[in-house]
């Protein structure tokens, strides 16, 4: 997630739709047929918070290359290409790889839902609500992980031209 020249269309809607399926999971818990068992509802409402937090920071364009060009002034050269896929691979590698794991830790935890289909007879029913709190883990998961992976990105950034400038005032 990039500057908005160069962001391809799905890394811009992706993160609204994570907060849109978090948000309608949480919608129909107060329903006749809520998706995730009763105990998971405060769960789910720290999920959307941390969803609604997550895509505010992704787009409010924090720890972002937004002063790449007096960066590459000051280190001699006019081009950025070097900087921005290696932030992109982070903020993708960080969103998918956490996501994946919270994705399961959702699984795991709510395990219980297939079991209470198989009791109650309707074992569709409790396999729907186990891939509902699975998907639900992987928006928030990949929301959490894009963030981070911004966050290291910006970090890994930053020590990288100090070292760059630090090395070419040894040199000169």
Same mark, same amino acid.
């Given at each position: 997630?990039? $500057?908005?020249?160069?962001?391809?269309?799905?890394?811009?809607?992706?993160?609204?739709?994570?907060?849109?399926?978090?948000?309608?999971?949480?919608?129909?818990?107060?329903?006749?047929?809520?998706?995730?068992?009763? $105990?998971?509802?405060?769960?789910?409402?720290?999920?959307?918070?941390?969803?609604?937090?997550?895509? %505010?920071?992704?787009?409010?364009? &924090? &720890?972002? #290359? +937004? #002063?790449?060009?007096?960066?590459?002034?000051?280190?001699?050269?006019?081009? $950025?290409?070097?900087?921005?896929?290696?932030?992109? %691979?982070?903020? $993708?590698?960080?969103?998918?790889?956490?996501?994946?794991?919270?994705?399961?830790?959702?699984?795991?935890?709510?395990?219980?839902?297939?079991?209470?289909?198989?009791?109650?007879?309707?074992?569709?029913?409790?396999?729907? #609500?186990?891939?509902?709190?699975?998907?639900?883990?992987? %928006?928030?998961?990949?929301?959490?992980?894009?963030?981070?992976?911004?966050?290291?990105?910006?970090?890994?950034?930053?020590?990288?031209?100090?070292?760059?400038?630090?090395?070419? +005032?040894?040199?000169?």
């Amino acid at each position: 997630m990039t $500057n908005q020249g160069s962001r391809p269309v799905i890394g811009v809607w992706l993160p609204w739709l994570a907060l849109v399926v978090v948000t309608s999971v949480l919608l129909f818990q107060k329903t006749k047929h809520p998706l995730l068992p009763a $105990n998971q509802t405060k769960a789910l409402w720290a999920a959307e918070v941390v969803a609604i937090c997550c895509l %505010a920071t992704l787009r409010a364009g &924090w &720890w972002r #290359d +937004s #002063d790449w060009a007096s960066e590459q002034a000051r280190l001699g050269t006019l081009v $950025n290409n070097f900087y921005e896929p290696r932030r992109e %691979a982070l903020v $993708n590698g960080f969103a998918v790889g956490t996501g994946v794991l919270v994705g399961l830790w959702w699984g795991a935890a709510t395990w219980s839902t297939v079991l209470f289909g198989l009791r109650r007879g309707v074992v569709t029913r409790g396999l729907f #609500d186990f891939e509902v709190a699975t998907l639900v883990g992987g %928006a928030v998961g990949g929301l959490v992980g894009a963030v981070i992976g911004v966050l290291v990105g910006h970090v890994w950034e930053r020590r990288h031209r100090r070292g760059r400038m630090s090395r070419r +005032s040894a040199h000169a």
